[in-house]
């Protein structure tokens, strides 16, 4: 009959033999391998994905920029203009309706 101690030492060779495998195997191939990958693999992703981000920003930042200051003020100068025009064929029209002060 088995003592507890031998028990108890088959248990333990059995529960070693689970986690470590009966040979020897790369440290990519085993579930601890493939799970500490994929963590990377997300956070490499993540980083990266920010660090894209970043630039993004930067070149909507230098867009906004250029339309504050190159082309909203065109946009201004040619709605002047178009107001002035406006006032000059109105004024254009009351003289051409004017009639002779002879």
Known sequence: ???????????????????HGSRNRSWYQSI???????????VALTVGATWLSLIR???VDKVMH???????????LALGVESTAKDVIATATGVGQAGDEA
């Not at 250029?66 to 201004?76: E, F, G, M, Y």
């Open 1 to 19: 009959m088995a003592g507890w101690g031998d028990v108890i030492r088959a248990r333990a060779a059995a529960a070693w033999a689970t986690l």
């Open 32 to 42: 601890a391998g493939k799970l500490l990958l994929a963590f990377g693999l997300i």
């Open 66 to 76: 250029r339309l504050t200051d190159a082309s909203l003020p065109a946009v201004k």
């Open 57 to 59: 920003f930067n070149q």
